[in-house]
C-alpha cells in the first residue's frame, strides 16, 4: 500500500485519531471533549469543547517560538509602486493595535465586522484583528457594488465596517468610501461606527460621528490581547453565490478551521514553516481567507498580498518578478491568471528574464484546468503544476494531488484523487454509487472533514435543505464528473445555476433577478458562455414587455450598465440579446443548459420536454448575431 493509501484510509476509517493528531498542531487553551461530536446529525461539530485563539496561533505563538524577525507579510503592489515587508512581530504588534481599535468601538466577541478592502496589508490585519478579539469578519470582495454590500450587511448586521477610501484597478481608482456610503443608505441595519484606511491615491471624506480614520484609531489604540474561543465559535462569515441572488453565508469555526488549513501545508503543500508561500487571490474569496491569510501564517510561512494583475502591471512577467525577488516556494492562483499570461506572452519569453530556481510547485484552483493551461505551465515553469478542486464551502481541497504525502501521475483534466478527510463519491439519481467512469453528482459522505463550513449564517435549515437533503448521509457539492477506476476524480460541470467566471463564482439566478428590475424586461435568462479567458462569461437572454418602443441597443446598454451597478464590475456582464421567448420545459424550466450548449456550438439533443422546439433555432440566430454558436 502506498503512503497515500495509508492516509487516506485512516483519515476515514480512523477519523478521531487521525484529526486529534493533527490537531497537535495548534496551540490549545483548553483541549477538546470531543473531536467530532456527532449528536445533531447531520450538522456536525469539530473539536467540542475545545478553547483557542485563531489569530494566536497565526501569529503570537510565532514570534513567542523565535519567529518574530522573520517576514510575516510581503506587501507587493506593482499597481502602486509600493513594497513593504512585516515580520511575525510587526504583523502581530499592527493586529493587536487594530483589534484594540475595533474594541474600543464597543466590538466583542460574537460581533460581526464586515471588511470591504482591497489588497492591502491592513485587510489582513483587519481579518486577523477580528479573529483576536473573537468577533467574526465578513470580507466582501471590492469588486461587487453597493447593492451586494447592503445585502451582506442586513444579513450580517455587522457592529462595523472597515474600509478603505480606495481600491485601484488598471488605469483607474475606485472610490470605495461613496460605494460602502450607497451600501449603508440601502442596508435596513446600520453598523455602529466605519474605520476608512486613506489611502493617498484617493482620500475620502468621513463622516463625522459615524467614520473613524484608521491612521488616527491605531495611533491612540490600546492593544488588546486574544480572546478564547471556543473550537465552534464562528470565526468567520464568507458570502457565496447559490442559485438566487440572496448569498449563502459561509459560517468557518475557529477550531477545525485551524487544524485542518495547518495540516494541509505539509501534506498538500509540501511547505516548510520559514518558506514563501504565495496565492494570487484575493483576500475577497475563500482562496484568499484559506491560503493569503490563515494556512501560510498558521504554518509560520511568509504571505505575499499581490496588488496587481497577471498582465498590464507592468506586463505579464510580473508573476516571475515576485517569484525570483521574494523566494516564492509556491505559487497558488487560478487558470484563468495562467491563460492572460499565456495569451500576452505566448511562448513565455518573460519567464526566461528571471531565475525562478525557488519555484518547487505551481498549484492551481477556482474552475476547471484546461489541459492546454496546464501543459503550458509544465513547458515552461519546469514544476510540477497541481490542479486541485474545492469550494467555498469546503475551505479546502477536496480532490488534488498531495505533494507531502504522495504525488500521482497527472492525467490532465483531472484533478487526481480525494484528498484525506473526504470521501468522495459519484452518485446517481437515485443517491446510489455510480460505476466508475459514468457521470453523476458529486458527493461527500458526512462526516465532512474539520475546517468544512459549519451552517449557513442565520439560515441553517437553508444549509440542510441546499446542501444535505438531496442525498441524506452526504455533502451535495452542486458539481458533475466522474471517478475512474483507479480513483481519479474529474469535474466536469455545476449541476445548478452557478457559473464561474475568471475563477469568480456567480450566480446567473442573481443576474436574472437584475434584468427583470429593469422595466421594460419582461423575462430574463442567463447562462455562462464559454470564453478563452475567463472560462465562462454570463450572457444575458431578455424577453420584452409587450409595446416597448425603446431600440433594443439601448435597452441592452442599459442592461449592461444595471449589472454594473447592482452586482459589479466583477460579474463581466457585457453581453445581452433581446429574443422573442425563452426556451423552456413544458413545466417552465427554462432550458439554460441547452442554450449553453447551442451557445458554445456543441451537441445537444433536443430536450424531450421542450415546449417549442423552434425557438431553439431563433436562441441560435441570436446568440450568432453576438459573436456565439458559431461552429
Ligand atoms: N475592485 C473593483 N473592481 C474590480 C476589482 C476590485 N477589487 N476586481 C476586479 N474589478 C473589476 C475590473 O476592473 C474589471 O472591470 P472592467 O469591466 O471595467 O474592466 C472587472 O471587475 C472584471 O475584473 P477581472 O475579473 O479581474 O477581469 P479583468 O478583465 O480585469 O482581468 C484576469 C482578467 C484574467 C487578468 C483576471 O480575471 C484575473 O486576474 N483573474 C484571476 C482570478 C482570481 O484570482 N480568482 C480568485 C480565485 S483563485
Ligand atoms: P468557489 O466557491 O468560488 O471557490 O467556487 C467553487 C466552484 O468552482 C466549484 O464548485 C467548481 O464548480 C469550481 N472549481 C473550483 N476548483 C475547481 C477545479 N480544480 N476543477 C474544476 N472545477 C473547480
Same mark, same amino acid.
Given at each position: 500500500?502506498?503512503?497515500?493509501?495509508?492516509?487516506?484510509?485512516?483519515?476515514?476509517?480512523?477519523?478521531?485519531?487521525?484529526?486529534?493528531?493533527?490537531?497537535?498542531?495548534?496551540?490549545?487553551?483548553?483541549?477538546?471533549?470531543? %473531536? =467530532?461530536?456527532?449528536?445533531?446529525?447531520? $450538522?456536525? /461539530?469539530?473539536? *467540542?469543547? !475545545? %478553547? =483557542?485563539?485563531?489569530?494566536?496561533?497565526? $501569529?503570537? /505563538?510565532?514570534? *513567542?517560538? !523565535?519567529?518574530?524577525?522573520?517576514?510575516?507579510?510581503?506587501y507587493d503592489s506593482p499597481i502602486t509602486g509600493r513594497l513593504k515587508s512585516f515580520t511575525y512581530a510587526e504583523l502581530t504588534e499592527k493586529t493587536a493595535r487594530f483589534a484594540g481599535v475595533l474594541a474600543g468601538l464597543g466590538v466583542a466577541k460574537g460581533d460581526r465586522v464586515i471588511l470591504y478592502m482591497p489588497m492591502i496589508p491592513q485587510a489582513v490585519v483587519a481579518m486577523l484583528a477580528c479573529a483576536r478579539i473573537g468577533a467574526v469578519h465578513s470580507v466582501v470582495f471590492g469588486g461587487f457594488a453597493p447593492h451586494e454590500l447592503a445585502t451582506r450587511i442586513d444579513d450580517c448586521t455587522p457592529k462595523a465596517i472597515v474600509s478603505a477610501s480606495c481600491g485601484i484597478e488598471p488605469g483607474r481608482v475606485i472610490a470605495y468610501k461613496p460605494m460602502l456610503d450607497a451600501a449603508i443608505a440601502q442596508a435596513s441595519h446600520k453598523p455602529d461606527a466605519c474605520v476608512i484606511l486613506q489611502r493617498p491615491e484617493q482620500e475620502a471624506e468621513l463622516t463625522p460621528g459615524r467614520d473613524h480614520d484608521w491612521k488616527a484609531a491605531m495611533d491612540s489604540a490600546k492593544p488588546a490581547?486574544?480572546?478564547?474561543?471556543?473550537?465552534?465559535?464562528?470565526?468567520?462569515?464568507?458570502?457565496?453565490?447559490?442559485?438566487?441572488?440572496?448569498?449563502?453565508?459561509?459560517?468557518?469555526?475557529?477550531?477545525?478551521?485551524?487544524?485542518?488549513?495547518?495540516?494541509?501545508?505539509?501534506?498538500?503543500?509540501?511547505?516548510?514553516?520559514?518558506?514563501?508561500?504565495?496565492?494570487?487571490?484575493?483576500?475577497?474569496?475563500?482562496?484568499?481567507?484559506?491560503?493569503?491569510?490563515?494556512?501560510?501564517?498558521?504554518?509560520?510561512?511568509?504571505?505575499?498580498?499581490?496588488?496587481?494583475?497577471?498582465?498590464?502591471t507592468p506586463d505579464a512577467g510580473v508573476f516571475w518578478r515576485v517569484i525570483s525577488q521574494h523566494k516564492v516556494r509556491a505559487l497558488f492562483t487560478a487558470p484563468t491568471a495562467f491563460r492572460a499570461i499565456k495569451r500576452d506572452d505566448p511562448d513565455g519569453k518573460l519567464i526566461g528574464q528571471y531565475d525562478l530556481s525557488c519555484l518547487r510547485t505551481l498549484f492551481l484552483a477556482g474552475e476547471r484546468?484546461?489541459?492546454?493551461?496546464?501543459?503550458?505551465?509544465?513547458?515552461?515553469?519546469?514544476?510540477?503544476?497541481?490542479?486541485?478542486w474545492w469550494q467555498t464551502e469546503t475551505g479546502w481541497a477536496i480532490a488534488g494531488n498531495p505533494m507531502g504525502i504522495e504525488q500521482f501521475p497527472v492525467k490532465y483534466g483531472s484533478p487526481t484523487k480525494a484528498v484525506p478527510g473526504w470521501d468522495v463519491q459519484v452518485l446517481g439519481p437515485d443517491g446510489h454509487p455510480v460505476a466508475p467512469g459514468d457521470m453523476g453528482t458529486l458527493a461527500c459522505k458526512l462526516p465532512l472533514p474539520p475546517g468544512s463550513l459549519a451552517t449557513l449564517w442565520n439560515a441553517e435549515q437553508r444549509y440542510v435543505d441546499a446542501y444535505l437533503t438531496e442525498f441524506p448521509g452526504y455533502y451535495m457539492t452542486g458539481d458533475a464528473g466522474f471517478i475512474d477506476a483507479d480513483g481519479y476524480v474529474s469535474v466536469m460541470t455545476r449541476v445548478d445555476d452557478v457559473i464561474n467566471v475568471a475563477g469568480h463564482r456567480l450566480s446567473t439566478g442573481g443576474i436574472e433577478e437584475v434584468l427583470c428590475n429593469h422595466?421594460?424586461?419582461?423575462?430574463?435568462?442567463?447562462?455562462?458562455?464559454?470564453?478563452t479567458?475567463?472560462?465562462?462569461?454570463?450572457?444575458?437572454?431578455?424577453?420584452?414587455?409587450?409595446?416597448?418602443?425603446?431600440?433594443?441597443?439601448?435597452?441592452?446598454?442599459?442592461?449592461?450598465?444595471?449589472?454594473?451597478?447592482?452586482?459589479?464590475?466583477?460579474?463581466?456582464?457585457?453581453?445581452?440579446?433581446?429574443?422573442?421567448?425563452?426556451?423552456?420545459?413544458?413545466?417552465?424550466?427554462?432550458?439554460?443548459?441547452?442554450?449553453?450548449?447551442?451557445?458554445?456550438?456543441?451537441?445537444?439533443?433536443?430536450?424531450?420536454?421542450?415546449?417549442?422546439?423552434?425557438?431553439?433555432?431563433?436562441?441560435?440566430?441570436?446568440?450568432?448575431?453576438?459573436?456565439?454558436a458559431k461552429g
Open positions: 500500500m502506498g503512503r497515500y493509501d495509508e492516509v487516506y484510509r485512516r483519515s476515514l476509517e480512523d477519523r478521531d485519531a487521525f484529526w486529534a493528531e493533527a490537531a497537535e498542531e495548534i496551540d490549545w487553551i483548553k483541549r477538546w471533549d470531543k %473531536v =467530532l461530536d456527532d449528536s445533531n446529525a447531520p $450538522l456536525y /461539530r469539530w473539536f *467540542a469543547g !475545545g %478553547v =483557542l485563539n485563531t489569530c494566536y496561533n497565526a $501569529l503570537d /505563538r510565532h514570534v *513567542a517560538a !523565535g519567529r518574530g524577525d522573520q517576514p510575516a507579510l510581503i490581547e486574544c480572546v478564547p474561543v471556543a473550537a465552534t465559535d464562528p470565526l468567520y462569515i464568507l458570502y457565496t453565490s447559490g442559485t438566487t441572488g440572496q448569498p449563502k453565508g459561509i459560517v468557518r469555526d475557529n477550531g477545525g478551521h485551524a487544524v485542518a488549513l495547518k495540516w494541509t501545508m505539509k501534506n498538500f503543500y509540501d511547505i516548510e514553516p520559514g518558506e514563501v508561500y504565495w496565492a494570487a487571490s484575493d483576500v475577497g474569496w475563500v482562496v484568499g481567507h484559506s491560503y493569503i491569510v490563515y494556512a501560510p501564517l498558521l504554518h509560520g510561512c511568509t504571505t505575499v498580498v499581490f496588488e496587481g494583475k497577471p498582465v498590464g484546468s484546461d489541459p492546454d493551461t496546464i501543459q503550458w505551465a509544465e513547458r515552461h515553469l519546469k514544476v510540477p503544476v497541481i490542479d486541485h422595466e421594460d424586461v419582461a423575462e430574463a435568462a442567463v447562462i455562462g458562455a464559454a470564453d479567458l475567463k472560462g465562462q462569461l454570463p450572457v444575458g437572454f431578455v424577453v420584452l414587455k409587450a409595446g416597448v418602443a425603446k431600440p433594443e441597443a439601448e435597452i441592452v446598454a442599459e442592461l449592461v450598465r444595471l449589472v454594473r451597478a447592482q452586482i459589479g464590475p466583477v460579474a463581466a456582464f457585457k453581453t445581452a440579446v433581446v429574443v422573442d421567448r425563452v426556451p423552456k420545459t413544458r413545466s417552465g424550466k427554462i432550458l439554460r443548459g441547452t442554450m449553453k450548449k447551442i451557445a458554445d456550438s456543441e451537441e445537444y439533443r433536443m430536450p424531450a420536454t421542450i415546449d417549442d422546439p423552434a425557438i431553439l433555432d431563433e436562441i441560435g440566430e441570436a446568440l450568432r448575431g453576438v459573436g456565439y
